[in-house]
């Protein structure tokens, strides 16, 4: 069946991932990015699915969100720095129009405000990266996210 999506495009973005996070010398840090890397990219092209929206942009929005801090080791404006290095990815793969940049970058700029409304891509970044927080814990939701997983979990009809 022909969806349309351009799978080479995410599989790419999923190999450069990959070969990064297999540099991270902590074996323990190294599988924490794959992870809550790969998850929140599962989880960015269900949502997009959900609400049909950009399945591509949405799983190279997840894979490369948090890019920043697993190279650097460092969270402080991770997602400031993490969408600057997700563009110079991007380009080189020579794959991504610059508006599509644009737009993944946008959302992994904007992927820690919780509390603010951004655009649809943005938005699944966003939900994306609480679910696979809360999947990963279900018994731990922290304080910023409860009232986004609130929602997310009406919009999945999940009562419990």
């Known amino acids: 069946m022909d969806t349309g999506i351009r799978t080479d495009r995410i599989e790419k973005v999923r190999e450069i991932v990959s070969g990064l996070l297999e540099r991270i010398p902590d074996s323990e840090f190294r599988n924490e990015g794959y992870v809550h890397m790969f998850g929140v990219a599962q989880a960015c092209v269900l949502l997009a699915m959900i609400r049909e929206e950009d399945v ?38 020579g794959l991504f129009e610059d508006k599509e940049i644009e737009k993944i970058c946008s959302a992994i700029r904007c992927h820690s405000d919780k509390k603010m409304t ?40 999940i009562k419990k």
Do not use: F, N
């Open 56 to 93: 591509e942009l949405a799983a190279c929005a997840g894979y490369l969100h948090d890019i920043a801090t697993y190279m650097t080791g460092d969270s402080i404006e991770h997602a400031r720095r993490g969408a600057e290095m997700a563009a110079g990815i991007l380009q080189e793969t």
């Open 118 to 157: 951004h655009g649809p891509l943005e938005e699944i970044l966003k939900d994306a990266d609480v679910m696979q927080h809360c999947l990963y814990d279900p018994g731990y939701v922290s304080k910023k996210e409860k009232d986004r997983y609130k929602k997310l979990r009406k919009e999945l009809g």
